[in-house]
């Protein structure tokens, strides 16, 4: 257990389906992040939570809809997916700004599956 | 962007051999971190290098973070079957992060796969 928590662990769904995965964290962190990491690439920065405000959207298309209610929870909305979407989706949280440095922890992540 | 060009990209080695992989970037960075992710697993810290030259064990591992401040590397000794895993090397930057909490730049990662 890290202390970040995503549920669901695994996620089967058709190209038509709605579903959200959910991030939590109780670190007391105010940074939380969607990373993208598809097989045998990088990591990829999705998006950016800095106490509950996006400051980066990086170039993620719209059927990826990201929510931040408060510091503690993150969900990722998806709607009308491709196959080439699945991937392991991570969540992080860290603390914000130049306290990033102490590392951000990671969620066990989803493994998507688009069918 | 800034890059960090992470080396090898994949090694194989024999169970009780020393491992030895690196990070390097164009551009200064003010803190070095190493991370390894187990198969299935979300990334977990390993070791957090905060000064130029700083040398650094945790167990096995030790990782230094380079004098230029444009480099790190990380090595595991007497490799045993449960060091396989992807190792990414982190580094963050205050002249680029303005403060932001995307301060974190990660390396492609090194695939590490130990043969009995």
């Known amino acids: 257990e890290t202390g970040v928590t995503q549920t669901p662990r695994h996620l089967v769904m058709g190209m038509t389906n709605k579903k959200s995965l959910k991030c939590e964290q109780h670190?007391?962190?105010?940074?939380m992040y969607w990373y993208k990491q598809s097989a045998k690439k990088p990591l990829e920065l999705m998006f950016v939570?800095?106490?509950?405000?996006?400051?980066e959207n990086n170039s993620v298309p719209s059927r990826f809809s990201p929510e931040c209610p408060n510091s503690s929870h993150l969900f990722l909305h998806l709607h009308t997916l491709q196959p080439e979407d699945s991937a392991l989706y991570l969540c992080?949280?860290?603390?914000?700004?130049?306290?990033?440095?102490?590392?951000?922890?990671f969620g066990s992540g989803t493994r998507l599956t688009v069918v | 962007g800034q890059q960090l060009n992470q080396s090898p990209q994949s090694m194989f080695i024999q169970e009780g051999e020393d491992v030895s992989m690196n990070c390097t970037s164009s551009s200064i960075f003010n803190t070095w971190l190493w991370y390894k992710q187990d198969p299935g697993e979300g990334p977990v810290l390993l070791i957090a290098l905060y000064k130029a030259g700083e040398l650094t064990s945790n167990g096995r591992l030790t990782a230094q973070f380079g004098i230029t401040r444009k480099d790190s590397f990380l090595n595991i000794s007497a490799s045993i079957p449960s060091d396989v895993g992807i190792y990414f090397c982190?580094?963050?930057?205050?002249?680029?992060?303005?403060?932001?909490?995307?301060?974190?730049?990660f390396g492609k990662g090194t695939h590490l796969i130990i043969q009995p």
């Open positions: 670190l007391g962190h105010n940074a």
């Open positions: 992080a949280s860290s603390l914000p700004g130049v306290d990033s440095t102490y590392g951000y922890t």
């Open positions: 982190a580094g963050y930057s205050r002249i680029n992060s303005g403060g932001g909490a995307d301060g974190l730049t």
């Open positions: 939570y800095n106490f509950k405000e996006q400051t």
